[in-house]
């Protein structure tokens, strides 16, 4: 890791460097940090976690506070404000357009529902999906909110995450079971995520739905943590197809990132 103080060092040719806005960038890393905690934190943590000075974190918090981004909780931490939810839906609108032409080539080639969701806090939230076309089909309403250790596409990103973030996440949310089958112990999730990132995709057998089955990839180098997922009755996301489905969906992980990565650039 470089030097940390690097980052605190404010003249003139670090302001050269970076165009003037290093408190443009201080102020979203500190969002990012936030919703990377669950959305709440407190000073202390926020100085531990990004390595900035209180002093320069009080100034952006306030700042941020100010104009909606943040607001005060009466326990003195400081939560994402209301004035974020204009920017995240619009982003979403945004992600549902970029991916549906992957989503509509996964259905045209499995028959399947094709899913994006994307972790938000400390839950999976669906961006966009593509319904299968069979009469009996997956249908998620766009804007759903699931928790991540009882769906594929969640263990999938949560397998790109540091086990310490995760360990925490779990903490807070509790793993609620949502059926018979939904993973619920702690150790055993921690085994599901490791197999998850050996063979690089996920598998929800019924731990959200009894009856439906999943399989998801992350999106990897996305400026959001999300993945993409095929889901269906147990009937028909067999072993074939899944083993059909993941060369698949790795394929169109990696087209929407390069999607994503352009429109960034642009």
Known sequence: MADVSICFVENDASRARSGGVQSVERAFGLLETMADHG??????????????????????????????????????????????????ESSSTMLSTWARPQLTHLVDELGESANLAMLDGDQIVYVAQVPSRHSMRM??????????????????????????????????????????????????FGRELARTADRGYAVDDGEQEIGVRCVAVAVPDAPSKLGLSISGPTSRVTDDLVARAVPLLTRAARDLSEELSGQARA
């Open 139 to 188: 249908f998620t309403e766009v804007g759903r909110r699931v928790w991540p250790h009882c769906t594929a596409v969640g263990k999938a990103v949560l397998a790109t995450l540091p086990a310490r973030t995760v360990h925490e996440m779990l903490q807070r949310t509790g793993m609620p079971q949502q059926t018979e089958h939904t993973i619920t112990d702690p150790a055993e």
């Open 39 to 88: 959305g709440s934190m407190g000073l202390s943590q926020l100085a531990t976690a990004s390595q900035l000075p209180l002093p320069t974190i009080h100034r952006i918090v306030r700042t941020l506070v100010d104009l909606g981004y943040l607001r005060q909780e009466p326990s003195r931490r400081y939560a994402l404000g209301p004035r974020l939810i204009r920017l995240g």
